[in-house]
């Protein structure tokens, strides 16, 4: 039960997102049973959201799936920084481990392995499966009120824009994501009109983070100082204090 405990902040905030999947799926043509095979086998609400908005749009499958490969890379890089922790573990654990990680568990079970010497991979698993039952059984109780409810496409299509609109804006923290945002939708406005296909997504989305982070490197490389430089220097939000703790180092 200690368990439950810990994961029960991020399993209630997953109700109401997960509700909204469920209905934004159902409302791009996933059944019940679809919706729940989706949330146990990618379990990843911006991915999940993605699916619904490409599906949409009716935008080819090879599409869909270059999207989620590049969106889901990032658990690579976030699982490899757990497996210091899961050492000695078979190989059946370390893949029930890997398939139910996400971004917020992974931030709980970092934290707790890096602060709580009893914390063992046992314990990180149950959250993550905590985690992935509540998100689940949300998708399906959406999916059975979206079933219930007729929405129009066009709502749909507004819901997306804006949760998408809202991702972007909440990781605007310095001049250089907005700059690496603003040549994105350059870059995939000039490929769907010359290839006229949503691969012209992946094939921005690719150019412009490679951009950025060529930008990006050269800086660091360059200056040591380079959190004072004015394109990596991060915005300070309405209370006056930098975005990110980090960057009172500098101070």
């Known amino acids: 039960m200690k368990n439950l405990k810990v994961s029960m902040p991020l399993n209630l905030s997953y109700i109401p997102i997960g509700l909204a999947c469920g209905i934004l799926l159902h409302a791009s043509g996933f059944n019940t049973y679809l919706t729940a095979l989706v949330s146990i086998m990618i379990f990843s609400g911006g991915a999940q959201f993605l699916i619904a908005s490409m599906l949409v749009i009716e935008a080819p499958l090879l599409s869909i799936?270059?999207?989620?490969?590049?969106l889901e890379l990032r658990y690579a890089f976030l699982g490899s920084s757990l497996s210091k922790y899961l050492q000695g573990q078979s190989n059946r654990f370390t893949f029930l481990f890997a398939a139910s990680l996400?971004?917020?568990?992974?931030?709980?079970?970092?934290?707790?392995?890096?602060?709580?010497?009893?914390?063992?991979?046992?314990?990180?698993?149950?959250?993550?499966?905590?985690?992935?039952l509540f998100w689940t059984v949300s998708n399906i109780i959406g999916s059975f009120i979206?079933?219930?409810?007729?929405?129009?496409?066009?709502?749909?299509?507004f819901a997306l824009t804006a949760l998408f609109i809202y991702m972007i804006v909440m990781q605007l923290k310095s001049l250089?994501?907005?700059?690496?945002?603003?040549?994105?939708?350059?870059?995939?406005?000039?490929?769907?009109?010359?290839?006229k296909s949503t691969l012209g997504l992946v094939a921005s989305t690719l150019l412009a983070s490679f951009i950025g982070y060529s930008i990006e490197s050269y800086i660091r490389k360059r200056n040591p100082k380079y959190r004072k430089n004015r394109l990596?220097?991060?915005?300070k939000n309405p209370a006056g204090t930098p975005m990110d703790e980090s960057d009172e180092d500098d101070k």
């Open 65 to 70: 799936v270059l999207m989620l490969f590049f």
């Open 146 to 157: 979206g079933s219930a409810l007729h929405i129009n496409l066009t709502i749909v299509h």
């Open 176 to 195: 250089l994501k907005l700059f690496v945002m603003v040549i994105t939708v350059g870059f995939a406005i000039f490929f769907m009109l010359l290839i």
């Open 102 to 132: 996400n971004d917020e568990n992974y931030a709980i079970n970092y934290l707790k392995f890096s602060t709580d010497k009893k914390w063992t991979p046992s314990d990180a698993l149950q959250v993550e499966h905590y985690s992935l």
């Open 232 to 235: 990596l220097r991060l915005f």
